[in-house]
C-alpha cells in the first residue's frame, strides 16, 4: 500500500518554500509515484531525431518505467509507441537501437504490426472467430504515446491530458535553439555512441546538482583544482590544451560562480550562465566565426556565440550543455538507482575541432571514467547514506530565499532558487489526480 497515494496533504507537506523532507530522496512509496505522476506528466525527453534517419529505424527507452519505442514512419514521422505486444504484453523489441522494416514483430506469438502500432498480422487468425477479440482492447494494437519534436529533440508524455510541449517548456526552449544555430546550416546529428553511467543515488540529486552552483570550489578542489595548479606557472598567453582548457574553470570561484547568473522558468527548468560560463574562454576558431556570421548575419551570429549558457535543465529528464554540444539524459531505476545517458552531437557544417571539443568534455566530465563525475556521484552517494541517518529530518533550500519569489526570473548564480522551483513542479505534478 503506497500511504502518499490518496493523501495530497502529506505530499505537499513534504515540500516546503524553502526546505524539503529527507524521503523526497529515500522513500520508495514516492519513487513509485514519482513515475506514476510526475514522470508520465511531464514531457520527457525520448531520443534525437537524427538517430532514426530511415523510415524503419528504431531506439527504445523507458518512460516512468514504461517501455517504449521511437520509430520513423513510412512518410517521415515519427512515432513514440508502447513497446509490449497487445497479446500478451511481450517486449516487441529488446535492442536499444535497430532496424525493424515494414513490420514490428512480437518474438512471442508472432502478431505483427504496422509501423504506426495497427495490427497487420495474427497467425491463425481463424482460431479467434466468435470470440470477443474483435471488441477487445488487444485489437487497438500498440498504444500510441503522444509525442513531440521540437528542432528534432523528441518528447513523449505518457499522460493524455496536459499542457503542449511549448506551453510546459516555455521561454527556456531557446538554450535549444541556441544549441541548434551554432549549426551554420542550422542541424545537428548525435554523433558516436553513448556513455551510461549509474549512479547509486536518487534521480533528483544530479537533477539538482546541475545549478548547484556551490559546490565546485569542494567537490572539485582534487580535479579542477589540481588541474589549475598545474597550469599555474604557465605564461598567460600560453595555448591551453584542451583537457587545461574545460577542466580548470571549475575551479573558478565563488565569486565567478555567483555572477554567472541563474534563470529559472515555470515547470522547474533552469539554466545557469546567463551572463557567462565555463565554456566562455574557449579558443576563437575564425574560419568558423566567418561561416556563422555568412549564415546568419553578424549580428546574429554574435548573439549564437556569444551566448554560452552553462547547463540547462528541462524538467525532470534531460540536461543540455548548448556551447558544448552534449546532453545528459535521466533514466531513473529505483529510487537509489540512476542511469545518465551522455550524448554528443556533430554541428552540420562546422570543424570538426567543435566534435573533438565536445567529445573530450563528454570524457572528461560526464562519463565513467572521468575526473570530475566521480566527485559528484561520491557527493551523491553520501548524501544518500547522511540522509537515512537520524536526527534532522530536513533538507535547507534556504540560500538567497525570498517569501513568494516568482518562478520565472534572473538572479545570482549561487542561489538555490532552481532547486526551489523543481520542487514547486514536483509537487504540482504529484498532486492526487
Known sequence: ?????????????????????????????????????????????????????????????????????????????????????????????????????????????????????????????????????????????????????????????????????????????????????????GEMEVAGGVLRYLHDSNWKQFVENLNDTMHPMAAHDSSAGTAKELWADQPADAPKPMAIEQLVPFAGGYEFFDKMGVRVFPNGHSYSGVHFSIHSAYAAVPEYEAAMQAAYGPERAQDILGTVRHNTVYYPSLTIKGAIQTIRVVRPIAVDRTVIESWSFRLKGAPDLFYQRNVTYTRLINSPMSVVGHDDQQCYRLIQEGLAAGGNEWVSLHRDHHPGEADDLTVNGTSEISMRNQFRAWANLMGAP
Not at 502500432?117 to 471488441?135: H, S, V
Open 1 to 185: 500500500m503506497n500511504r502518499y497515494r490518496d493523501d495530497p496533504a502529506a505530499l505537499r507537506a513534504l515540500v516546503r518554500e524553502d526546505a524539503v523532507h529527507r524521503d523526497v530522496y529515500l522513500d520508495p512509496d514516492i519513487f513509485r509515484l514519482e513515475m506514476e505522476r510526475l514522470w508520465a506528466r511531464a514531457w520527457i525527453y525520448v531520443g534525437h531525431a537524427s538517430q532514426v534517419p530511415e523510415p524503419g529505424d528504431f531506439i527504445t527507452c523507458d518512460i516512468a518505467a514504461e517501455p517504449v519505442l521511437m520509430l520513423r514512419q513510412p512518410d517521415g514521422t515519427i512515432r513514440v509507441l508502447r513497446n509490449r505486444c497487445a497479446h500478451k504484453g511481450a517486449k516487441l523489441l529488446s535492442d536499444r537501437s535497430g532496424h525493424v522494416g515494414r513490420f514490428l514483430r512480437c518474438p512471442y506469438h508472432n502478431w505483427s504490426y504496422r509501423p504506426d502500432g495497427q495490427i497487420a498480422a495474427i497467425p491463425r487468425r481463424e482460431g479467434y472467430d466468435g470470440t470477443g477479440l474483435a471488441a477487445c482492447e488487444a485489437m487497438r494494437g500498440l498504444g500510441v504515446v503522444r509525442s513531440e519534436d521540437y528542432r528534432g529533440f523528441v518528447f513523449a508524455r505518457l499522460a493524455g491530458d496536459g499542457p503542449d510541449l511549448a506551453s510546459y517548456f516555455g521561454n527556456s526552449l531557446s538554450s535549444i535553439d541556441y544549441m541548434v544555430d551554432r549549426s551554420p546550416t
